[in-house]
């Protein structure tokens, strides 16, 4: 189980290996959201999303010896190149299990990173049985995306961070918006704004249709999605809650929020323009939550984590011919 | 004159106003620049530009009774948001002469930020004429974009942050490549190097066509460009260094650099792809000199400062078109 000790121990590995992002703000969107809205840019993180924490978390927390034998994951993007740079910092192999139809830059850049990546077909292979051949062959350590004690704390480091830089900007009130998917990032923060700043509270946010999370706060049990693809926000797809973040998200946050896919291409779009950062659409639907349905939020100020940047440069030209004025 | 008390005073002034913005990386840009890039990322800064920072330091060290009266400033684009927020958190009020075919976001976001601008045609108005018979009439204090002290120290306090940031990343010897127009920012970097991590050296980079400075630089004397457009590194064409700026970067720098549009292009494409920031092209010519003259850079390592984001969303698709891949 993850708790605020082992966020802490996670933040002191990371230290001087995670990034401290900045917390960004505009007057534009304020004005938009009537409200202030200080942006965690996670985005900035190294692999550009916040899945490097919880990966160099994973990783680090291994003995030198099952480290030495290496790590294997399964992903579609952001995870993947979390753990194949953690892996190739602490000189261990990665194997990456990939969908064949993953976005192609996705693919290059955890190549790129020293991960081995093993691509399969979604419609005709087994994910797991190739994972589970490849693993137990070579002695392998699976490093899961979010229901995984270590990634959960790492990922909270994050919140250690907005717990301080939210008290340098005199916030000690306000939702802490975050984009969901499996819950990894969203307990992690909980946890460590639990321990560190009682007054800031976590709420996630999907986008419609894949919302699990939403639903599963609300009914107070396991609710899943009908499908995985037919969102632009494909780095939050997930079938529903983990089994280890659930009972975390349950007791510590808020009630979730659920934005359109086109509300996030907007926000894709104003992080553009209002805050010169790269935002990809499932990174965004918490600015989006913020921006458009202030209306469920509380308070004076907002904090909202933006995840990553991971865009496909053709989707980005696209949010800006469609809202980028 | 500038000094080194001068830009530590101007820190003081702007400390918990200007943003300390984070020093970015990634393995994709050391590899094609063949060793270690960190880039400062100054498109973070408040109005998406260094130019707040000298506006904040030349407005907050005027007197109270001076700066009631208000201030007013020439600049088609980032020294007028610069000055026009700066103001406005000053609660003293800011006329801006703008040309009337500067971009329309810029002078719309201007107005926004509380200025009141004031538009002339560029080709039958006399711009000077007109700021003077404002300035005069209202008693306002005129902000010079480069040739100011004050404005000079607060551009430097961008120096103060790389000399630490760079200490904690271990590097101690290496160029510091300033994308230049009149020349604030060098020299002001280049001050706060000299008195706080000498082995650091400020070098100017340029685009084609409006290479003042580095030629002057080279020549020792003042050198003017021949025109004022043709460029799309709009933010940085000034037509010859500055009287003040000059003799600081001729003590200081190294051998300025000289980058081509499409140079300046393409660091725009590289960094949304492997730093996720948004850059306007004049802000990326360093960037671009890091990757793509990497022959007339020493060492294991160099910093980049990206001075600004103020880029047109339809000016930035064309980069991801051209070379977003």
């Not at 997930?238 to 009630?255: A, D, Q, S, W, Y």
Request: charged letters at 20%.
């Amino acid at each position: 189980m993850s708790n605020l000790e082992m966020i802490e121990a996670a933040a002191e590995r990371l230290q001087g290996h995670a990034r401290w992002t900045p917390l960004l703000s505009s007057p534009f969107l304020d004005e938009i959201a009537g409200r202030r809205v200080l942006v965690k840019a996670e985005c900035l993180q190294h692999t550009g999303s916040f899945k490097f924490r919880g990966g160099w978390s994973a990783v680090s927390a291994l003995s030198a010896e099952t480290r030495a034998r290496g790590v294997i994951a399964f992903s579609s993007g952001n995870h993947a190149q979390g753990v194949a740079l953690a892996a190739r910092q602490h000189h261990a192999p990665a194997v990456i299990i990939m969908p064949s139809d993953a976005p192609r830059m996705k693919i290059d850049n955890t190549r790129a990173l020293g991960a081995e990546v093993v691509l399969y077909d979604r419609a005709t292979e087994d994910r797991d049985a190739i994972g589970d051949r490849i693993g137990i062959e070579r002695g392998l350590t699976l490093i899961k995306p979010f229901d995984e004690p270590q990634v959960i704390a790492g990922q909270g480091t994050t919140g250690l961070e907005i717990a301080r830089q939210a008290a340098e900007e005199g916030v000690t009130h306000s939702d802490v918006l975050v984009c969901c998917g499996g819950g990894g990032l969203t307990s992690g923060i909980a946890l460590a704004l639990e321990g560190r700043a009682p007054g800031l509270r976590a709420r996630p946010v999907e986008p419609q249709g894949f919302d699990d999370v939403v639903r599963s706060l609300a009914s107070g049990g396991i609710e899943r999605n009908n499908g995985m693809s037919g969102s632009v926000c494909d780095a939050i797809l997930t079938p529903e809650p983990g089994r280890i973040t659930f009972p975390i998200l349950k007791r510590l946050c808020g009630p979730g929020l659920v934005v359109s896919d086109d509300e996030a291409v907007r926000a894709v779009a104003l992080a553009f323009a209002r805050l010169k950062i790269v935002v990809e659409p499932g990174g965004a639907v918490a600015l989006a939550a913020a921006l458009f349905h202030a209306d469920q939020i509380e308070g004076d100020a907002v904090i909202v984590v933006v995840t990553g940047g991971n865009v496909d440069a053709g989707v980005f030209r696209d949010a800006l011919a469609r809202f980028g004025g």
